[in-house]
């Protein structure tokens, strides 16, 4: 007997096999918030030898739970997809009341403002990602923006990973940025560089959780669609680039300033 991957956190009340289309994986829930060496959430994946998260998992608290996952296919054409049920009120920021689907996501948009290999002005500190931002003190690729749904009708979500964070695992503060113009070649800014222009809308600051930022995000507050907060009408064609501005204040890294941008994302309302 062994454990694999490394020994779990706390209680595990539920195991399931799940192909997540790269093979059959096995899946646990339960009380716990870590497993092997990572940080997991009530809900871990194991590939190989590693126990993995699946984003943020669910909200991490003392009184919640997965008792039950089941991998299931709807006959949609996305394949198998995972249900978890449980005690908790929501899933990677998402409000989910006790039951969640993982799923693959819809790319939506266009990205650019890389840290390497898109952007003529060169990242102030170095480094950066072909695609993320700029590199901050804690992932030289730099931060991650993407988006994901429809923007007619909007079910567009923005998520941000590979933020810098602190030992306790919390990300520091970060604003989501909509701009009417883009400068492709970039404008330096603290320790990144800004490619979001024109009449700038700022929404949805939070402090994130694991190096992760979302918007829409519940659990900070954050509901409205993005298309209202970006004052566009879906089926408009109207045009919208995207950025997150983020504090980044680790002692000595590089410039004196204290916060970084995402690469940008372009999406067309």
């Known amino acids: 007997w ?6 779990i956190s706390g209680g595990v009340w539920t195991l399931t096999s799940w192909n997540d289309g790269s093979g059959a994986k096995l899946v646990a829930g339960g009380g716990f918030v870590a497993a092997g060496s990572a940080y997991v959430s009530h809900v871990a994946i194991l590939e190989g030898t590693q126990w993995k998260r699946l984003r943020t998992g669910i909200q991490p608290s003392i009184s ?13 054409g996305h394949g198998s997809e995972l249900f978890v049920a449980g005690q908790f009120p929501s899933a990677d920021g998402a409000a989910t009341h006790s039951i969640a689907r993982w799923g693959p996501c819809t790319p939506v948009g266009q990205t650019f403002c890389f840290g390497v290999g898109s952007l003529p002005t060169p990242c102030p500190c170095g480094g950066g990602g072909s695609s993320g931002g700029c590199a901050n003190s804690f992932v030289a690729s730099g931060g991650k923006l993407t988006a994901s749904g429809t923007t007619n009708p909007d079910t567009a979500r923005l998520l941000v990973s590979d933020l810098f964070r602190n030992e306790f695992g919390h990300t520091e503060f970060g604003l989501f940025v909509s701009g009417d113009a883009s400068d492709p070649a970039g404008v330096l800014s603290g320790d990144g560089v800004r490619c979001a222009g024109g009449a700038l809308v700022r929404f949805g600051g939070q402090n994130g959780t694991h190096g992760f930022m979302r918007y829409p995000n519940d659990l900070a507050g954050w509901s409205l669609p993005l298309s209202q907060v970006s004052s566009v009408t879906p089926g408009s064609g109207a045009v919208r680039h995207y950025q997150l501005l983020y504090r980044n204040p680790a002692p000595g890294f ?3 300033e204290t916060f970084n941008w995402t690469n940008a994302v372009t999406l067309i309302w």
């Open 2 to 7: 062994s454990p694999p991957g490394g020994s």
């Open 64 to 76: 919640a739970n997965v008792h039950a996952a089941l991998a299931f296919d709807e006959g949609l």
């Open 254 to 256: 590089c410039t004196p």
